[in-house]
C-alpha cells in the first residue's frame, strides 16, 4: 500500500508544527525551508488539516499555524485520513459508516470475494499502526538525540564503596 506525497508532506508538516515550543505560530514558508518542501503544495495540504480541525491559524505579521490540539491527542489516522481519505489497501474497498468493509467484486461471485479476507486484515492493520502512533511521538522520534557515549562522557564517574 502507497501513500501519497500527501500523507508524507502533510505528517511532515505536523511534525514540525508539533516542534514548535507552546503554540508558537510558524508561517508556511519556514515549514517549507525546513522541510524542503514546496511551498503551494503545503498550502492546499494545510487547507484540508484546518478541515480536520487538526491545525489553526493566525493571521498577521506574527501568524502562521499551529496545532489545534496537543500533539499527544493528534493520531496519525486523524491525519492520514484528512489528506488522504479512507484508507483502503485496494480500489475495490469500500468501509461503511458502520465501519463494515464491502468489496465491489462480491456483486460477481456468489461466494463473496476470495481475497476479502487478506485485504481486510492489512487494512485493520494499517489502520491500527496509525491509530497507535500520536504525532508527539513522531515529534520525539525526530528530534536528535546525543549519542549514549558523549552523555557518559560528559558524567564524573560513579565510585562505589566497599
Given amino acids: 500500500m502507497l501513500f501519497s506525497t500527501k500523507a508524507e508532506y502533510g505528517v511532515r508538516l505536523m511534525i514540525e508544527l508539533g516542534r514548535q515550543p507552546g503554540s508558537t505560530p510558524i508561517s508556511l514558508n519556514s515549514v517549507a525551508e525546513a522541510e524542503n518542501l ?3 503544495y503545503l498550502e ?3 487547507a484540508k488539516l484546518r478541515k480536520a480541525e ?3 491559524s493566525t493571521r498577521g ?3 502562521g499555524y499551529r496545532l489545534a490540539k496537543p500533539a499527544t491527542e493528534i493520531r496519525m489516522d486523524d491525519v492520514v485520513q484528512a489528506l488522504e481519505g479512507q484508507i483502503a489497501p485496494m480500489e475495490c474497498f469500500h468501509e461503511t459508516p458502520e465501519g ?3 468489496c465491489s467484486h462480491e456483486d460477481n461471485s456468489a461466494g463473496g470475494c476470495a481475497t476479502k479476507l487478506l485485504w481486510t486484515r492489512v487494512q485493520n492493520g494499517v489502520n491500527k499502526a ?3 502512533t500520536t504525532l508527539a511521538e513522531l515529534v520525539e522520534f525526530s528530534t536528535p538525540h546525543p549519542p549514549p557515549a558523549a552523555e557518559a562522557r560528559d558524567k564524573p564517574p560513579v565510585v562505589h564503596a566497599l
Fill in 38 to 40: 514546496p511551498l503551494s
Fill in 44 to 46: 492546499h495540504l494545510v
Fill in 54 to 56: 487538526l491545525v489553526t
Fill in 61 to 63: 505579521a506574527h501568524g
Fill in 100 to 102: 463494515r468493509v464491502l
Fill in 130 to 132: 496509525l491509530a497507535g
